[in-house]
């Protein structure tokens, strides 16, 4: 999601120095010496920290043309259970998907499969055909777009998280990080 952007926000400041740690966890900024975190949630807890939000991103449900091909394509929210799913670890859907569809809001309890903590491993699960999983829509436009990964149930998604910027203090946002977080917030879709 991020990648994309570097390239204009170095050109535009290219005497500043950028350390970027990419990680599916929520670390802890301070121990980790971070000046800015990038969170996808719902929402964020009450904390010390400051949240900006930046943008919204889609989570939709993902299989490979082989997999849907050898295990049929799912055309209802109930009939997901009775595929392999592989699940996110880091998600707040891991066992329960809720999802919303031309007829409202439907909740199905999972016992995914196999379960990974990083959303690219997931990615790269789907492609091969190991079975249905979410992704958000940075991690499967691209494969989508070339045909390795088919959106499933295409008329629902879950929940739209919202994607916020964190710092540990409204005092600790120097010049550096609010241009950055400048140039993402434009770069973001609202």
Same mark, same amino acid.
């Given at each position: 999601?991020?990648?994309?952007?570097?390239?204009?926000?170095?050109? !535009? +400041?290219?005497?500043?120095?950028?350390?970027?740690?990419?990680?599916?966890?929520?670390?802890?900024?301070?121990?980790?010496?971070?000046?800015?975190?990038?969170?996808?949630?719902?929402?964020?807890?009450?904390?010390?920290?400051?949240?900006? %939000?930046?943008?919204?991103?889609?989570?939709?449900?993902?299989?490979?043309?082989? +997999?849907?091909?050898?295990?049929?394509?799912?055309?209802?929210?109930?009939?997901?259970?009775? $595929?392999?799913?592989?699940?996110?670890?880091?998600?707040?859907?891991?066992?329960?998907?809720?999802? #919303?569809?031309?007829?409202?809001?439907?909740?199905?309890?999972?016992?995914?499969?196999? !379960?990974?903590?990083?959303?690219?491993?997931? %990615?790269?699960?789907?492609? =091969?055909?190991?079975?249905?999983? #979410?992704?958000?829509?940075?991690?499967?436009?691209?494969?989508?777009?070339?045909?390795?990964?088919?959106?499933?149930?295409?008329? $629902?998604?879950?929940?739209?998280?919202?994607?916020?910027?964190?710092? =540990?203090?409204?005092?600790?946002?120097? =010049?550096?990080?609010?241009?950055?977080?400048? $140039?993402?917030?434009?770069?973001?879709?609202?």
């Amino acid at each position: 999601m991020i990648a994309p952007f570097l390239p204009g926000f170095l050109a !535009k +400041y290219p005497d500043l120095r950028l350390t970027l740690s990419l990680d599916d966890r929520v670390v802890d900024m301070v121990e980790g010496g971070f000046d800015l975190s990038i969170r996808i949630r719902p929402t964020l807890p009450d904390s010390a920290l400051v949240a900006r %939000r930046i943008g919204t991103m889609r989570q939709r449900i993902f299989a490979s043309p082989a +997999y849907l091909e050898r295990a049929g394509t799912p055309t209802s929210p109930d009939d997901i259970a009775a $595929h392999q799913v592989v699940g996110f670890l880091l998600a707040g859907h891991l066992t329960t998907w809720t999802l #919303t569809g031309p007829d409202g809001s439907r909740s199905i309890d999972l016992d995914p499969a196999v !379960k990974v903590g990083n959303s690219l491993v997931l %990615r790269d699960l789907l492609i =091969a055909g190991q079975g249905v999983g #979410t992704l958000p829509d940075f991690v499967s436009d691209g494969p989508e777009r070339r045909g390795a990964l088919v959106r499933v149930l295409a008329d $629902h998604e879950l929940p739209a998280p919202e994607i916020f910027a964190v710092t =540990a203090s409204r005092l600790g946002m120097d =010049a550096r990080v609010s241009a950055f977080l400048d $140039h993402l917030r434009a770069a973001l879709p609202a």
